[in-house]
């Protein structure tokens, strides 16, 4: 019950904050958009960015590690995808589309939040390393399935192109690719840099989760409960328990193993309701299964720590 309390709740009531503030019109639609804007192209990527730039990526990117995640990750996107397919009799494209939303989980807002709280600063090296690959992984099955989906037959240029533009667009890639360019050249950034990214860093996380408050209070979780039901259970319990199997068969070693449930462990990110509104499918599914799997996700979270060693 103590981690509950010291760990999760204080991330939660950031979120909350968000959620009042909006709620009770102290703060408007239009600056939760202006924040959420700040966070996710600007404050976030310099988190990124700063992260990767120092990772130390032999110690790093152990293969066991990704495997178990997105092995995990890979197999929830199938059971949402063919869930909607066959259990609710949805189309291929809003088939992909809730799918998308059991692949792609909260890993910066919640799990980085999260992580950092339970086990400290340290402890979030394993975090980074899933963060690298996890937007161009998820954006990458997502598109891909899509653009099958929409355009039946084998993938010709055109195709890989829009999945390469559409990965390389967005902003927390463009940080990742560039902390990635700086960590293998061994570069060197002037201190009056370093100095604003470690401002911009600091705020990323505070900032990001007040705005998410005020995002989902605009969430109406209405109808298509089966398919809601069907994305909260996977997300919060299939993916890390999957996690959890291949880990243990790959003797994944204890920071690894707290860095890899506790990221698959949280609730879809708002990326699912991005790539859901990108395509006009799903968009409803994708918003209640955010705010639904976010809330069950206080008491999840909690569980999976008591668990963790």
Known sequence: MQALVDVILPVFIVIGFGYVAVWRGLFSTTHIEGLTKFTQNFAIPCLLFKAISELDLQQSFDWRLLTSFYAGAFICFMIGMCGARFGFKRDWENSVAIGFCCLFSNSVLLGLAITERAYGPEALVSNFAIIAMHSPFCYAVGITAMEIARNPGPLGLPVVKRILRSMFSNALVIGLALGLVVNLTDATLPNAFQDALNMMARVALPTALFAMGGVLYQYRPEGDVGPIIMVTLTSLIVHPSLV???????????????????????????????????????????????LVSTGFAIVTAWVWLQILP
């Open 244 to 290: 959890w199997t291949f880990a243990h068969w790959l003797d994944l070693s204890t920071a690894a193993l707290r860095s890899a449930i506790l990221t698959s462990a949280m609730a879809p990110g708002i990326n699912s309701y991005v790539f859901a509104n990108m395509y006009g499918r799903a968009r409803r599914v994708a918003a209640s299964s955010v």
